[in-house]
């Protein structure tokens, strides 16, 4: 695609449920990015990998979130135990190289009841 | 770590005049300082990007400006018009070394016809 495509756009899921954020990085884009965005606030990084491999894990909250890149293009971001807190907007981008422009996606709208 | 630290939180300015939102960091390590523009419900949007090799850059309308010594970065419009209304990011990173970016708290900018 043209574009960093993340799925779905809302999720909303009860408290305590696991729940999966989709991201489909530009093509041939080789680091990719995971953030979260509250309301008036700027993104907070959570994630970076280059490759299949988490190169910078460090925003992550707590255990209860987790990412993957197994063969170095989709992602996604898995939440267990969600909890009211995580309410937010998570953001994907991706870069050709780590070391160029970050391009971001829509976005997943997460609520949490 | 990073801190990236952003004024005027919201600018209202008339429609032909010049607007400057103002960042500053901590880390000297950082060498990478792109601009977001976001529009309500939309992804951030790269606007324009500097780095630490550089003092200026101009994109049309767009100016950034770094002062490596002093750690700060302003964004300049001209010109502005009603669809510069946005709120605007500015971020930091150290490429070659965490590739993170580091987010400001974002600048609402108000564009009166």
């Known amino acids: 695609g043209a574009g960093v495509s993340q799925t779905p756009s809302n999720k909303v899921t009860e408290k305590g449920k696991y729940v999966e954020l989709r991201c489909d990085p530009i093509s041939g884009h080789t680091a990719l990015y995971w953030y979260r965005q509250s309301l008036g606030q700027g993104p907070e990084f959570l994630i970076y990998?280059?490759?299949?491999?988490?190169?910078?894990d460090s925003g992550l909250p707590n255990d209860r979130f987790f990412a993957v890149r197994p063969e170095g293009s989709v992602s996604t971001l898995k939440i267990q135990r969600t909890e009211r807190g995580d309410s937010a907007v998570y953001l994907c981008a991706s870069s050709a190289t780590g070391q160029g422009r970050a391009f971001f996606g829509q976005g997943t709208r997460l609520t949490v009841v | 770590g990073e801190n990236v630290e952003q004024h005027p939180s919201t600018l209202s300015v008339q429609e032909g005049d010049s607007a400057v939102i103002k960042c500053t960091y901590s880390?000297?390590?950082?060498?990478?300082f792109p601009w977001y523009k976001q529009e309500l419900g939309k992804r951030p949007q790269l606007i324009i990007d500097i780095r630490s090799n550089v003092g200026e850059k101009k994109d049309q309308r767009i100016a950034v400006t770094l002062n490596k010594t002093a750690k700060h970065f302003s964004l300049h419009i001209t010109e502005t018009q009603p669809e510069d209304s946005a709120v605007y990011f500015c971020?930091?990173?150290?490429?070659?070394?965490?590739?993170?970016?580091?987010f400001g708290k974002g600048t609402k900018l108000t564009v009166n016809p």
């Open positions: 971020a930091a990173s150290t490429q070659g070394g965490s590739e993170k970016l580091v």
């Open positions: 880390d000297s390590a950082s060498n990478y």
């Open positions: 990998f280059q490759g299949t491999g988490a190169a910078d």
